[in-house]
C-alpha cells in the first residue's frame, strides 16, 4: 500500500506570519523531495536567528516526548528550565493542550502554526508557535524544531 505525500507548496508558505516564514522558508528548502528534513539537514550556525526561541522535540515511544533543547528566550519568561524533561514529568496546566499540538504535527506530518495566550503570574502572554516536524527516514516524524516567538 503506498501512502500519499501531504503537499506543502509555496502556497503554505504564504500563509505563515511573517516572523516564521524565514526559518519556514528553510525548513521548505531542506526537504527536497522528501515529506521532511531531518535534523543533520540543519546547521547549528544557520539556526542562529533562531537560536533563543528554538525548541528541538524528541519523539518517544509511548506517546511521550522529550524537551532535546528548551528555548532560552521561553525559559527566561516562565523561569524554567525543561531541557532533557519528558512533557509527562514536568508540571504544566495546559498538559493536553501540549500533547495535543505535538500529536497533531506528527499525525500530520506537515508544519502548522499556532498562536496561544496564556496567563503567567498576572502578566497575559500571547505567543505564536512554528512546529516544523523532522524525520531521519524522510518520513516518519522524530522531533520537532518548535519556534516560539512572544508578540507582546
Given at each position: 500500500?503506498?501512502?500519499?505525500?501531504?503537499?506543502?507548496?509555496?502556497?503554505?508558505?504564504?500563509?505563515?506570519?511573517?516572523?516564521?516564514?524565514?526559518?519556514?522558508?528553510?525548513?521548505?528548502?531542506?526537504?527536497?523531495?522528501?515529506?521532511?528534513?531531518?535534523?543533520?539537514?540543519?546547521?547549528?550556525?544557520?539556526?542562529?536567528?533562531?537560536?533563543?526561541?528554538?525548541?528541538?522535540?524528541?519523539?518517544?515511544?509511548?506517546?511521550?516526548?522529550?524537551?532535546?533543547?528548551?528555548?532560552?528566550?521561553?525559559?527566561?519568561?516562565?523561569?524554567?528550565?525543561?531541557?532533557?524533561?519528558?512533557?509527562?514529568?514536568v508540571p504544566h496546566r495546559n498538559r493536553s493542550l501540549l500533547f495535543g499540538w505535538f500529536d497533531d504535527c506528527?499525525?500530520?506530518?506537515?508544519?502548522?502554526?499556532?498562536?496561544?495566550?496564556?496567563?503567567?503570574?498576572?502578566?497575559?502572554?500571547?505567543?505564536?508557535?512554528?512546529?516544523?516536524?523532522?524525520?531521519?527516514?524522510?518520513?516518519?516524524?522524530?522531533?520537532?524544531?518548535?519556534?516560539?516567538?512572544?508578540?507582546?
Amino acid at each position: 500500500m503506498t501512502v500519499a505525500k501531504p503537499s506543502i507548496e509555496r502556497t503554505w508558505l504564504d500563509r505563515v506570519s511573517a516572523v516564521h516564514e524565514p526559518l519556514a522558508a528553510l525548513w521548505q528548502s531542506r526537504r527536497g523531495g522528501r515529506t521532511m528534513p531531518a535534523r543533520r539537514d540543519f546547521d547549528t550556525v544557520e539556526l542562529r536567528p533562531w537560536i533563543g526561541g528554538l525548541h528541538l522535540v524528541e519523539v518517544l515511544p509511548g506517546g511521550d516526548y522529550r524537551w532535546r533543547v528548551y528555548a532560552g528566550k521561553v525559559g527566561e519568561v516562565y523561569g524554567r528550565e525543561w531541557t532533557g524533561k519528558k512533557f509527562s514529568e514536568v508540571p504544566h496546566r495546559n498538559r493536553s493542550l501540549l500533547f495535543g499540538w505535538f500529536d497533531d504535527c506528527l499525525a500530520a506530518r506537515c508544519p502548522m502554526e499556532h498562536t496561544s495566550r496564556y496567563d503567567n503570574e498576572g502578566r497575559h502572554i500571547h505567543w505564536t508557535r512554528l512546529f516544523l516536524p523532522l524525520a531521519d527516514d524522510g518520513e516518519v516524524v522524530d522531533r520537532v524544531f518548535v519556534h516560539s516567538h512572544k508578540l507582546n
